[in-house]
């Protein structure tokens, strides 16, 4: 079963403007962590934010915020005011393994985002 | 302080070879996990290691196999190297905390093709 759907393969924003990637997840473990990378066309994959799933507040780093909806089980990544250099493929990762002990991080098929000027 | 170092970054093996692939973690995280990732499956979990054993494994043959030092380094090894073994193998460390609130960061990668 797939544990972290990203439903838009593609996504274009106009720069300056906000844009919203979707991620709902599917897991039994009563703890676990959210979490969104984005992987620009060098490869590497850098962290920009995390989400637990006891936090209240919705995460947020600079532009970027986390809008999480525990009962729907969605953790959409917001950027504000994107800019061309946010052109890149972003990732959903969710880590569990409370239950088993066996703790791993899986990730979404991920969303590329096209910054147009 | 340093990232996460890969090497080699690039790769060409001819399929039946076997490949070692190399991951320094940052300096004090102790867990290094290993991904493949293809354009057709995207980012799959290979294996995560901390303090030298390993805590989880993904769905891949035996033919996959790493290990990790008493120096935090880990090695990921492919035996009898397939045409599908052709992927971007990335390694991620962190402190590696019980938990699931464990930032892991990652390195460039290494790009693996067989040939």
Redesign the interface.
Known sequence: AQKITQTQPGMFVQEKEAVTLDCTYDTSDPSYGLFWYKQPSSGEMIFLIYQGSYDQQNATEGRYSLNFQKARKSANLVISASQLGDSAMYFCAMREGVVTGGFKTIFGAGTRLFVKA | KAGVTQTPRYLIKTRGQQVTLSCSPISGHRSV?W?QQTPGQ??Q?LF?YFSETQ??K?NFPGRFSGRQFSNSRSEMNVSTLELGDSA?Y?C?SSLGR????????????T?LTVV
Do not use: C, H
């Open positions: 996990s991904y995207g980012l979990f995560e805590r989880n993904g971007l990335l991620a019980q938990g699931v609130n464990t930032e892991a960061f990652f390195g460039q990668g790009r």
